[in-house]
């Protein structure tokens, strides 16, 4: 198939270099590791050829050669699977930790990455195939500038605002403005806390993000982003100091309260506006309740 080689070579470049843009350690510390970098780096090279090499097969026509699409799509969710399980096992030793939720929503990330990855490659070597390499290499910035878009999600910042807040004790209650977090029985903890301590509240901006700031794996992911991004005092014996995000169960707001290492306001809202949105989290009851209303019309 020396015919379909400059094909082949055009997905799979397109699909390593996209796999390379999309694969970045930052806050979430994962991966955070040479041999991490280099077993995805690996598998995004395996992807882009089996995309690249999709196109020769179909042209040939060698048809039963693009069955082994099927068992690639097998193997990127054994990958989904793999990261599941070292992120569970690094979880263990967290004294801050992510939440299954968390997990699950990176884990589900790296799966998906690679299927872009294989479609990036695919779509190159098409319009290589049919466009010669100047529509091959208009084609391949489109589908990584897309990539790049689809795998961005969503964060905090859009659906909520987020505003200092000021800590209190209400009797040995911790209390961010009127939500209450725990009780600290010592006296000298709570001087600390007041001394130490930060605090902003977050608010939602509609109806869907009061659903989503409910649920318990989304408030883990802001303390723990909070964490990385100002560090904690949080030690093994120091549990007061453990960052919490609690509830108004009247308004639906939350307070996030922290003993971080570097005290700056500016930059915890910044960290809790970053966190982002988990897909386990994501609700929209408002889209619900028009629906409902448009069935009660019906009815009427």
Same mark, same amino acid.
């Given at each position: 198939?020396?015919?379909?080689?400059?094909?082949?070579?055009?997905?799979?470049?397109?699909?390593?270099?996209?796999?390379?843009?999309?694969?970045?350690?930052?806050?979430?510390?994962?991966?955070?590791?040479?041999?991490?970098?280099?077993?995805?780096?690996?598998?995004?090279?395996?992807?882009?050829?089996?995309?690249?090499?999709?196109?020769?097969?179909? %042209?040939?026509?060698?048809?039963?050669?693009?069955?082994?699409?099927?068992?690639?799509?097998?193997?990127?969710?054994?990958?989904?699977?793999?990261?599941?399980?070292?992120?569970?096992?690094?979880?263990?030793?967290?004294?801050? &930790?992510?939440?299954?939720?968390? #997990?699950?929503?990176?884990?589900?990330? *790296?799966?998906?990455?690679?299927?872009?990855?294989?479609?990036?490659? *695919?779509?190159?070597?098409?319009?290589?195939?049919?466009?010669?390499?100047?529509?091959?290499?208009?084609?391949?910035?489109?589908?990584?500038?897309?990539?790049?878009?689809?795998?961005?999600?969503?964060?905090?910042?859009?659906?909520? +605002?987020?505003?200092?807040?000021?800590?209190? *004790?209400?009797?040995?209650?911790? %209390?961010?403005?009127?939500?209450?977090?725990?009780?600290?029985?010592? &006296? +000298?903890?709570?001087?600390?806390i007041l001394k130490n301590g930060i605090a902003v509240k977050i608010k939602p901006k509609d109806g869907n993000a009061r659903s989503i700031i409910?649920?318990?794996?989304?408030? $883990?992911?802001?303390?723990?982003?909070?964490?990385?991004?100002?560090?904690?005092?949080?030690?093994?014996?120091?549990?007061?100091?453990?960052?919490?995000?609690?509830?108004?169960?009247?308004?639906?707001?939350?307070?996030?309260?922290?003993?971080?290492?570097?005290? +700056?306001?500016?930059?915890? #809202?910044?960290?809790? $506006?970053?966190?982002?949105?988990?897909?386990?989290?994501?609700? &929209?009851?408002?889209?619900?309740?028009?629906?409902?209303?448009?069935?009660? $019309? $019906?009815?009427?």
């Amino acid at each position: 198939m020396p015919e379909y080689l400059i094909v082949i070579t055009a997905g799979v470049l397109a699909g390593t270099l996209s796999r390379i843009i999309l694969l970045r350690s930052d806050y979430r510390q994962y991966p955070g590791y040479p041999h991490g970098y280099m077993s995805h780096l690996l598998l995004g090279f395996i992807a882009s050829a089996l995309g690249a090499v999709a196109v020769p097969a179909v %042209m040939a026509p060698e048809y039963t050669a693009v069955t082994f699409l099927a068992l690639a799509v097998q193997q990127f969710r054994e990958i989904r699977n793999m990261e599941r399980r070292t992120l569970e096992s690094l979880e263990r030793t967290e004294l801050i &930790k992510r939440g299954l939720d968390y #997990i699950e929503g990176i884990a589900r990330t *790296f799966e998906a990455r690679n299927y872009l990855v294989m479609a990036t490659a *695919f779509a190159t070597s098409l319009a290589t195939q049919f466009g010669g390499l100047p529509a091959g290499g208009v084609v391949a910035v489109i589908t990584i500038l897309l990539s790049r878009n689809l795998m961005s999600g969503e964060i905090l910042g859009n659906i909520c +605002d987020v505003v200092p807040a000021r800590l209190s *004790f209400d009797g040995p209650t911790l %209390m961010v403005d009127e939500i209450g977090l725990i009780n600290v029985g010592l &006296k +000298d903890m709570r001087e600390d806390i007041l001394k130490n301590g930060i605090a902003v509240k977050i608010k939602p901006k509609d109806g869907n993000a009061r659903s989503i700031i409910h649920d318990m794996g989304q408030r $883990k992911a802001i303390a723990f982003t909070a964490a990385v991004i100002l560090g904690s005092k949080k030690d093994v014996d120091i549990p007061e100091y453990t960052p919490l995000v609690r509830k108004n169960p009247h308004t639906g707001e939350a307070g996030l309260y922290i003993m971080p290492v570097e005290r +700056d306001m500016e930059q915890l #809202i910044a960290a809790v $506006k970053l966190t982002p949105v988990l897909e386990s989290a994501s609700s &929209k009851p408002l889209l619900a309740g028009s629906s409902i209303r448009k069935a009660k $019309k $019906k009815v009427d």
